[in-house]
């Protein structure tokens, strides 16, 4: 693939030489486009050595290629790390001051953008317009990670590690232009949950479960691409979440339990992909659990959590909501990964339910799922194998088909 690099001018530039690094082990054909202020930061003959090509900054550096337009075309896939503040700012006003921003306006390829600035720049009310601005226009902001900034301050506003970056880019690549994907999901409400909930022992210690949330971030991900208006609930996730601008995060399953019941009246779908602890400690002692000499393990008492995929479609008030669930099933004696699907559906009492069968590398933190999708009586009514993006999408086109036509929201 030929990709851009556009390296704008910021601390984190020093992270664009470990991405370039890798994208050109993957056998990526990669052009780095550096501002002049990133130049600052690492020089240009170290972009120039990694990735054998020639690194300029001004449209006036290559009059007779006419070289914005022609790295315009030339891209599938560009790739902004870091984008500062004021990168955000100038490819939001559509401003063409210097050669990555004029290429900026001539790609008719992917943009993904991997913002990274102090944790104050990254909140400030023109920061935000400007990224939903971008948003809009099918650009791919990166929700910058939290943690340890230049100085002494941590906050959000970190650049996401260059393996996250890189496995992000390539999807959105492989997935096409933003834009192009149908808006068949806009003026509906979303929310989806994600990952798995972790139910505390003691202070230090937990009951947990494999899930990623790359499933759930895929649901995300796509509703988000279609046009909806989309929150993801993430419990515990291992996975960088992708370009999903509103993620509530959550430990415990009484937390997501709580902020699924807090969005659910306002929502048009809600997706429970969350793996849920069936049960948790009846008790959660303040101190660590101490191992006494000679004595064996003392007894976890297990209470039951409340199924909250069933209390959802139980309780909804909102005309027209659709409930969606996921069963994770192995088969066993008593029947297979179907069967005890399909049981599920009717308990559950959800309008889908997407079976996987997981175990023996399937489903938990894989690229890949295969699907089957009921109704609450347990009939067949799609199924899907591939990415997790395919599924994602095939989950969607499901709910387009049996959510009753009534009008959007429009609040
Ligand atoms: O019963 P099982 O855990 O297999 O059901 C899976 C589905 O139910 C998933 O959608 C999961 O998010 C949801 N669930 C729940 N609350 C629980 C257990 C599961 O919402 N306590």
Same mark, same amino acid.
């Given at each position: 693939m030929r990709i851009l690099l556009g390296v704008s001018g910021? /601390?984190?530039?020093?992270?664009a030489v470990l991405l370039l690094r890798l994208l050109r082990e993957q056998g990526h054909q990669v052009r780095v486009v550096p501002t002049a202020s990133a130049l600052r930061f690492v020089g240009a003959p170290t972009f120039e050595a990694l990735s054998g090509e020639k690194v300029s &900054?001004? /449209?006036?550096?290559?009059v007779p290629q006419v070289a914005h337009v022609a790295l315009g075309q030339g891209a599938d896939l560009v790739i902004v790390a870091p984008a500062t503040a004021d990168l955000l700012a100038r490819a939001a006003a559509g401003r063409a001051d210097d050669l990555l921003t004029s290429t900026l306006l001539t790609v008719s390829c992917p943009v993904v953008m991997a913002p990274a600035m102090h944790t104050e720049m990254w909140q400030h009310p023109a920061t935000v317009a400007n990224v939903a601005t971008l948003r809009s226009r099918g650009v791919h902001v990166i929700e910058p990670a939290s943690g340890r900034l230049t100085g002494k301050d941590s906050g959000p506003g970190r650049l996401p590690e260059p393996e996250d970056i890189a496995r992000v880019a390539l999807e959105v690549a492989a997935r096409? /232009?933003? @834009?192009?994907?149908?808006? !068949?999901?806009?003026g509906l409400r979303v929310v989806v949950s994600a990952g798995g909930t972790r139910e505390p022992i003691d202070p230090v210690r937990f009951i947990g479960n494999?899930?990623?949330?790359r499933q759930g971030i895929a649901l995300a991900c796509a509703a988000q691409d279609r046009g909806a208006d989309v929150t993801l609930v993430g419990?515990?996730? &291992? %996975?960088p979440v992708g370009d999903v601008a509103d993620v509530v995060r959550v430990g415990s399953t009484a937390e997501l339990r709580e902020a699924m019941r807090s969005l659910?009246?306002?929502?048009d779908v809600l997706v429970m992909t969350a793996a849920v602890a069936d049960f948790r400690p009846a008790r959660t002692p303040s101190s660590k659990i101490k191992k006494v000499p000679g004595q064996g393990p003392a007894p976890i008492e297990l209470v039951e959590n409340p199924d909250i995929l069933a209390e959802l479609a139980r309780e +909804? %008030? +909102? @005309?027209?909501q659709v409930v969606v669930g996921f069963a994770a099933e192995t088969g066993d004696d008593t029947g297979d990964v179907w069967h005890h699907g399909r049981a599920k559906a009717r308990r559950k009492g959800a309008d889908l339910l997407v079976i996987n069968p997981v175990g023996h590398g399937k489903g938990?933190? &894989? !690229?890949t799922n295969e699907v089957v999708i009921v109704d609450a009586e347990g009939e067949t009514v799609a199924s899907a194998q591939g990415s997790k993006r395919e599924v994602a999408d095939a989950v969607w086109d499901t709910v387009l088909k049996v959510r009753p036509p009534i009008a959007p929201t429009t609040d």
């Amino acid at each position: 693939m030929r990709i851009l690099l556009g390296v704008s001018g910021g /601390v984190a530039a020093y992270k664009a030489v470990l991405l370039l690094r890798l994208l050109r082990e993957q056998g990526h054909q990669v052009r780095v486009v550096p501002t002049a202020s990133a130049l600052r930061f690492v020089g240009a003959p170290t972009f120039e050595a990694l990735s054998g090509e020639k690194v300029s &900054t001004e /449209v006036f550096d290559d009059v007779p290629q006419v070289a914005h337009v022609a790295l315009g075309q030339g891209a599938d896939l560009v790739i902004v790390a870091p984008a500062t503040a004021d990168l955000l700012a100038r490819a939001a006003a559509g401003r063409a001051d210097d050669l990555l921003t004029s290429t900026l306006l001539t790609v008719s390829c992917p943009v993904v953008m991997a913002p990274a600035m102090h944790t104050e720049m990254w909140q400030h009310p023109a920061t935000v317009a400007n990224v939903a601005t971008l948003r809009s226009r099918g650009v791919h902001v990166i929700e910058p990670a939290s943690g340890r900034l230049t100085g002494k301050d941590s906050g959000p506003g970190r650049l996401p590690e260059p393996e996250d970056i890189a496995r992000v880019a390539l999807e959105v690549a492989a997935r096409g /232009v933003a @834009p192009v994907a149908a808006q !068949d999901l806009s003026g509906l409400r979303v929310v989806v949950s994600a990952g798995g909930t972790r139910e505390p022992i003691d202070p230090v210690r937990f009951i947990g479960n494999l899930s990623s949330g790359r499933q759930g971030i895929a649901l995300a991900c796509a509703a988000q691409d279609r046009g909806a208006d989309v929150t993801l609930v993430g419990a515990n996730l &291992t %996975e960088p979440v992708g370009d999903v601008a509103d993620v509530v995060r959550v430990g415990s399953t009484a937390e997501l339990r709580e902020a699924m019941r807090s969005l659910a009246p306002e929502a048009d779908v809600l997706v429970m992909t969350a793996a849920v602890a069936d049960f948790r400690p009846a008790r959660t002692p303040s101190s660590k659990i101490k191992k006494v000499p000679g004595q064996g393990p003392a007894p976890i008492e297990l209470v039951e959590n409340p199924d909250i995929l069933a209390e959802l479609a139980r309780e +909804r %008030e +909102r @005309p027209g909501q659709v409930v969606v669930g996921f069963a994770a099933e192995t088969g066993d004696d008593t029947g297979d990964v179907w069967h005890h699907g399909r049981a599920k559906a009717r308990r559950k009492g959800a309008d889908l339910l997407v079976i996987n069968p997981v175990g023996h590398g399937k489903g938990f933190g &894989t !690229d890949t799922n295969e699907v089957v999708i009921v109704d609450a009586e347990g009939e067949t009514v799609a199924s899907a194998q591939g990415s997790k993006r395919e599924v994602a999408d095939a989950v969607w086109d499901t709910v387009l088909k049996v959510r009753p036509p009534i009008a959007p929201t429009t609040d």
